[in-house]
């Protein structure tokens, strides 16, 4: 069955760094998702991407924020100037929308730790 | 203000019908309602998804009212294994902008 795939698994980095999450999405998807969650909360929306822009994004995607796809696989999430506040797992997800039904599907996870 | 809101956490036995509730005050009128399972550390995991009235598949029914303020994952016989967080993803209007918003998460502890 395939899946979303996202690397590293686990990122620590200093305040102030940038970081670059990866994902590739499901192959043949076109809509592509980042979402967060704080330890112990629940998951939030960052930002939806199709057709090779931002379709949707939520408050918490702020200008330190941008997302990206490189080439035909990868799905990326960067981070310029990390705070601490911004230590979560990032969760990355795909779906092909078939009509009006958005099924998306998530990779395991990106655990950030900003020190 | 945009919200979802489930109940925080539920209790079961073995082979008793679950029922989690979410309630969604400003749903965007045309796209679909779903529902995620999470383990711990893990990413959501689809259960089912609906847009009104009754949606069954192998795992679980989803009950959506007309006025579609509400939604119900029903998990007709829990096991052990269901033991998880679930949550709904509800698309959602706030000021004129649609984004989704997860629920507020349901503790599923289903005991032996």
């Known amino acids: 069955e395939p899946e979303v795939t996202q690397t590293p698994s686990h990122q620590v980095t200093q305040m102030g760094q940038e970081v670059i999450l990866r994902c590739v999405p499901i192959?043949?998807?076109?809509?592509f998702y980042w979402y967060r969650q704080i330890l112990g909360q629940k998951v939030e929306f960052l930002v939806s991407f199709y057709n090779n822009e931002i379709s949707e994004k939520s408050e918490i995607f702020d200008d330190q924020f941008s997302v990206e796809r490189p080439d035909g696989s990868n799905f990326t999430l960067k981070i310029r100037s990390t705070k601490l506040e911004d230590s979560a797992m990032y969760f990355c997800?795909?779906?092909?929308?078939?009509?009006?039904?958005?099924?998306?599907?998530f990779g395991p996870g990106t655990r950030l730790t900003v020190l | 203000l945009a919200k979802t809101t489930q109940p925080i956490s539920m209790d079961s036995y073995e082979g008793q019908e679950v029922n989690i509730t979410c309630s969604h005050n400003?749903?965007?009128?045309?796209?679909?309602i779903t529902w995620y399972q999470q383990f711990p550390s893990q990413g959501p995991r689809f259960i089912i998804q609906?847009?009104?009235t009754k949606v069954t598949n192998e795992v679980a029914s989803l009950f959506i009212p007309a006025d579609r303020k509400s939604s119900t994952l029903s998990l007709p016989r829990v096991s052990l294994s269901d033991t998880a967080v679930y949550y709904c993803?509800?698309?959602?209007?706030?000021?004129?902008?649609?984004?989704?918003?997860f629920g507020t998460g349901t503790r599923l502890l289903v005991s032996p």
């Open positions: 192959s043949n998807h076109l809509y």
């Open positions: 993803l509800v698309p959602m209007m706030n000021t004129g902008f649609q984004k989704l918003v």
């Open positions: 997800a795909s779906s092909d929308r078939t009509g009006v039904a958005d099924t998306q599907y």
């Open positions: 400003n749903i965007a009128t045309n796209d679909y």
């Open positions: 609906g847009y009104k």
